[in-house]
């Protein structure tokens, strides 16, 4: 069994509005405490001794399809996360990065988001990263197109992964919370050899007990690569 470092773990946080619908709230409440279990997240991962970043699917491409009202709400719930969280980027050595297209966001917000990738880029334990307004298709397309732009031919599966948002590393694993079993859009260049963790779990239910529980299971999967086992 070969023992794999996990250094990229993604998650695509699903279930706010039924947990909320559970408990009688209105579905913003779910996307509250969502936001809080992020932090719990986040900073129980800047302590993994071999965990170098994050990626969260916060608001992807097609979230403008919900109400008017709810994609308002997350727009300002996001600027209240991200200028209370400095504090917490800073006490824990955590840098911030959001990937996907910001442009589409108001002025402030994509300012707030500037701000505090400024603020945080030389912190070292973990990067933290957004992806906001984010499909996996357009980062494709965009790193493509980036590439032509530049007269490049021949273009390589090395070049692709070099134009991308996301040139950190390839995902190790991805974890969906709340029982549903898709992708979505999400980082699909970069999970081609990522392993998949469902977790029936609401996100806004999610602990850093059953993170633990998945970073265990994870050591016990058998990652060959396409190749096989010695
Ligand atoms: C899915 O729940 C969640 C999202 C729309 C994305 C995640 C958003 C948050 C955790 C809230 C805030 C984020 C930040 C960064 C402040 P859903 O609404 O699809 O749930 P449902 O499938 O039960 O309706």
Redesign the pocket.
Known sequence: MTKQPLQHLAII???????A?QKGLN?TK???K??E??RDITTYCSTHPTIESVT?????TE?WK?PKMEVEF?MR??D??LQHELATYQAHDIRFKAIGNIEAFSQKLQDRIQHVEEATKENRSLTQI?ALNYGGRAEITAAVNQLIAKGKRDITEADISSALQTPYRDVDLLIRT?G?ERISNYLLWQISYAEFYFSQT??PDFTTTELDEILDDFQHRNRRFGGINE
Not at 13 to 19: E, K
Not at 56 to 60: L, N, P, Q
């Open positions: 946080m699903d279930g706010n509005g039924r947990w619908k579905r779910g996307h509250e969502g936001a279990v992020i969260f699917y916060a608001f992807s979230n919900r997350l719930l996001l209240r996360y957004l709340s549903e609401l996100w």
